[in-house]
DNA sequence: TTATAATATTAGTCGAGCCTAACTTTAAGT
DNA sequence: ACTTAAAGTTAGGCTCGACTAATATTATAA
């Protein structure tokens, strides 16, 4: 073999569609997954067939399908190019929810890891950057609108120097240190320290989460737990206890 | 029959390819989209002869291929989807030229005609916006070497609010006129009225190239004549004459 | 517990899009 | 004009990924 890898578009939706179906009903069923991705029954038992060869699901006759440790793991980078890509259409250039959805699930399968980091950090940029943040993101929503009209940018760039001075000389506006815990849903802040230990600490850490890395709180459960934040692209879901040991510098 | 329309991937690729070599060797031979799109001879005969029943490319056995006037509007549409999306990955996300080329090849065949106008409109105002420009993409760039810094900032918004005081009272500083037969490559400038007749005229207006507009100078010939120009997403090659009747205001 | 409905699988078909091997046509060179 | 090389086509085969129709299993409910 050269190298038995490399998914077919059709296969990487069937592997997101069980990822997604699992997420919200424990395993997925032929039947959901047939529905999800609108095809008959017979191309998902087809589909199942090769993707269990892969080992990327554990699947036998008539019964539940659930991933593998490494389906799992391909099919959560996935998800992640499809968000990366919803991301930037929706919130970026500002396509309707429903153009978003379908043009991220087609253009996905073309994705490139360098391509989506890239992406990745593209779309946090535009948010992050004093320059830019939502601001500058609706100053193109007015230009798509009026057709090349520049006139709201004064009052943003106003906006902007002020982010700017936040930025660059924390220490005296704002250095308000807060944990991850104390944060509200909409709020982000950057990574000062990681006082976590064992398991959260890791895995934070391979998501290359330094300090500086900016994290936002994306909702929070009734009783404050758990909390999902969203960090470089990723979905984490947090308790409150593991949430405490995260120290950030508010942002905005 | 629904809509007998809708072009599969591969044959878009095969459009594509006929188009781009037909621009420079006048008509395209089995041969040549063979080598272009790295596929073998038969291959290229039975996509020619789909796309001949589709009355796209005008085709005999053993003769040379060109594109009927359908076929190269459709050609030219995806060239378009293809150029926006690299103007993207390698003007904004600023990935090397090859995963930019193979990219674009492979996500133009997703893109609608709703997303490409955005994504056009969206790389165009990048460009232009006074907090934008250049500076901007710059940030991105810096911002992506070294971690998470914005401290190329401070002097980019400077030059921000003078852009900005440009845009907006442009009577003080520059309201310099000029034809865009007069323009250097490179530069830029925004169409203040279209003095021009007939058919570039018309041409012009189909674009939606009204005053505002914002037009590119790519590449003028040695003896000023033609001269390559990008309005809105589209490459438009005019003689200098024509370029005489468009006057524009020059930015930046 | 047994009939019935819901789900899932098997078997076989089809088109798209690629391929190799063998053949035909055209272009070039002598 | 004749020979040969290059280019192009035909024939036939393969994989993928969908489908329908028929069959088998499992769940449900009387
Ligand atoms: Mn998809
Ligand atoms: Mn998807
Ligand atoms: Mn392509
Ligand atoms: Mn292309």
New interface residues.
Partial sequence: MTSANALSASLEDYLEAILLITKTKGAARSKDISKHLSVKGPSVTGALRLLAEKDLVHYAPYDVVTLTAQGRAVAENIVKRHEALHSF?FE????DEQ?AES?AC??EH???E??LE??V??VQ?VK?????GN??VN??AH??DS?????V??P??KQ??EN?SR??KGGETDTMQIKLSEIQPGERG?IESIEAAGTIRRRLLDMGA?P???VEVERVAPMGDPIDVKIKGYHLSLRKEEAAGIVLKKIR
Same sequence: chains 1, 2.
Wanted: aromatic share 12%; net charge neutral; proline share 2%.
């Fill in positions: 259409l970026v250039l500002q396509l153009t043009t087609q253009l073309a994705i490139s360098s391509v890239r992406l950090r593209f940029f992050d950057c004093p320059r830019g601001n500058w100053g193109f230009n798509c057709g090349a009209s520049y006139d940018c004064e943003c760039i902007c120097m700017l930025y660059q950057a330094t500086g890395t900016v």
